[in-house]
Structure formats: C-alpha cells, structure tokens
C-alpha cells in the first residue's frame, strides 16, 4: 500500500537558518504529492503541492520538487522565522486509494 | 470564501456514550473526508463522501459511521466510545475526489473520553 516516511524530528533551528525536511513515499500509480503545516490546537493549512513528475510546489518562500526517480518530495526554505515553528506534514494522494496518506510529521522550532 | 466548518470544537464524554460530530465543506466542493489525527496513530483516514454516498472507508471498526447531506455537508457517529477514541478528528473538503484536487482541512473537534 502507499505510505510516506518522514525526517524525524523534532528539528531546532536558528532564526534565518536553512530548512530542510526530508520526504521519500511509495505509492502505485502517479499520486500527487502535498505539504501541509499544523500550528498548536489548529487543523492542517496546505502549504504547497505538486501533482505530477519535476513539478515544483512553493509557497511563503517553503519549496519542494517532486522527484520521480528518488521517490522524494523534501521541503525547503532557505531562511526560517521564528513563525515558522509548527509541525510539518508530507501527504500523497494517489487515484487507488482515493486518500490522504501522510507522514508522522516534523515538528520545528525556530529560535530567535 | 468561508473555510471548512467544525462543530462543536471541543467534546468530553465518558466511556460507552456515543458522540456525534458536525462538518461543513467550502461552498461548492462535494467530497468530503474524515481523519483521525492522535499522538499514537498520526493521522488515519477515516472515510470519504460524494454526494452522498460513501467511497472509500479505512481500518476502522463499524462504531465509526458517517453520512453526508445533500447539500454536502456531513456527520461522523462514534458509538460506545473508548478511551481511546480521544483524539482530534478533522474534517477535509474538496471539489472532486480526484488525486490532482487539495483537501482542505476544518480546524478539528478535539473529542476527549473519560
């Protein structure tokens, strides 16, 4: 079946710091592929999503490029604010399944 | 355009009662689908609606049920409750339940069972 393996975490990271979180999945067919971000004691906000092969999702400056060969969808950004903290979701979505598949989720924390 | 809709957001109930819980999607989209979301577990799909019928269903036991109405809105039932149904129970809406759509998440009814 289809399933999603996230960069454990938690990650700490510094004001204006590099992010990377890691996401590889597998899944039968051509699923689509999303990020989403939960902020304490609220629901999921999709951050970016690509829905086919070297397509390039981004959004509030968080990119991830949807690599076929390796299977992985890793996010980015290259400068982290301390309103970034919140825990991180990969999720794939593929036609069989018809659901959500996500990740066990990264929580990040950025320090001033 | 109004978000996906919650009610009520907050749920204490003791073992072996029953709960029922409310979801409305963004204004046009027809399918909707239910997750599970504990520290445990991560976030488990429940089951899905379009127009009013349910497509997809996960590995959960039949004290999990749900509907949807016509005018797309939906309900999931949790009949004798364990304590471990505890949990946050979110609520996703888009317009078709295709693999290129976005799911749209409603901030969540955190059930707790005493």
């Known amino acids: 079946g289809d399933s999603v393996t996230q960069m454990e975490g938690p990650v700490t990271l510094s004001e204006e710091a590099f992010l990377t979180i890691n996401c590889t999945y597998t899944?039968?067919?051509?699923?689509?592929l999303f990020w989403y971000v939960q902020y304490p004691g609220e629901g999921l906000q999709l951050l970016l999503k690509?829905?086919?092969?070297?397509d390039k999702g981004s959004n509030k400056g968080f990119e991830a490029t949807y690599r076929k060969e390796t299977t992985s969808f890793h996010l980015e950004k290259g400068s982290v604010q301390v309103s970034d903290s919140a825990v991180y979701f990969c999720?794939?979505?593929?036609?069989?399944?018809?659901?959500?598949?996500f990740g066990s989720g990264t929580q990040l924390t950025v320090l001033p | 355009k109004a978000g996906v809709t919650q009610t009520p957001r907050y749920l204490i109930k003791t073992r072996g009662q029953q709960v029922t819980l409310s979801c409305s999607p963004i204004?046009?989209?027809?399918?909707v689908s239910w997750y599970q979301q504990t520290p445990g577990q991560g976030l488990q799909f429940l089951f899905e609606?379009?127009?009013?019928?349910?497509?997809n269903k996960g590995n959960f036991p039949g004290r999990f049920s749900g509907r949807q109405f016509s005018n797309s809105r939906s309900e999931m039932n949790v009949s004798t409750l364990e304590l471990g149904d505890s949990a946050l129970y979110l609520c996703?809406?888009?317009?078709?339940?295709?693999?290129?759509?976005?799911?749209?998440f409603g901030p969540g009814t955190r059930l707790t069972v005493l």
């Open positions: 996703a809406s888009s317009l078709e339940p295709e693999s290129t759509d976005t799911q749209y």
């Open positions: 899944a039968t067919g051509y699923p689509s």
């Open positions: 690509a829905t086919k092969a070297d």
């Open positions: 999720a794939l979505f593929s036609g069989s399944a018809r659901q959500l598949t």
């Open positions: 204004s046009g989209h027809r399918s």
């Open positions: 609606y379009f127009s009013e019928t349910q497509r």
